[in-house]
């Protein structure tokens, strides 16, 4: 996969969400449409599974990921 910003080959990994030390924590990412991404307002929220596929760019040190939508907690 290629850099969206430079264009560069792009190094395939993962990205992990981990809690660390609270693991009672309870985590979850979830994508907003930009004109909710203030308020967090659930309108058209999407939540996303916490580890997915990533791509890393070297020239940019910048991380893309592909996260596919968590199902169970849309409901
Ligand atoms: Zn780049």
Redo the contacts with the bound molecule.
């Keep these: 996969m290629n850099?969206p910003?430079?264009?560069?080959e792009?190094k395939k990994g993962g990205v992990v969400t981990d809690n660390g030390e609270m693991s009672n924590a309870t985590l979850s990412l979830t994508w907003y449409p930009e004109e909710e991404l203030k308020k967090h307002n659930k309108n058209g929220a999407v939540p996303l599974s916490l580890n997915d596929e990533g791509y890393y760019?070297d020239?940019?040190m910048?991380v893309f990921a592909i996260h596919n939508v968590h199902y169970t907690s849309m409901f």
């Design positions: 850099c910003i430079c264009n560069s792009m760019c020239e940019c910048k």
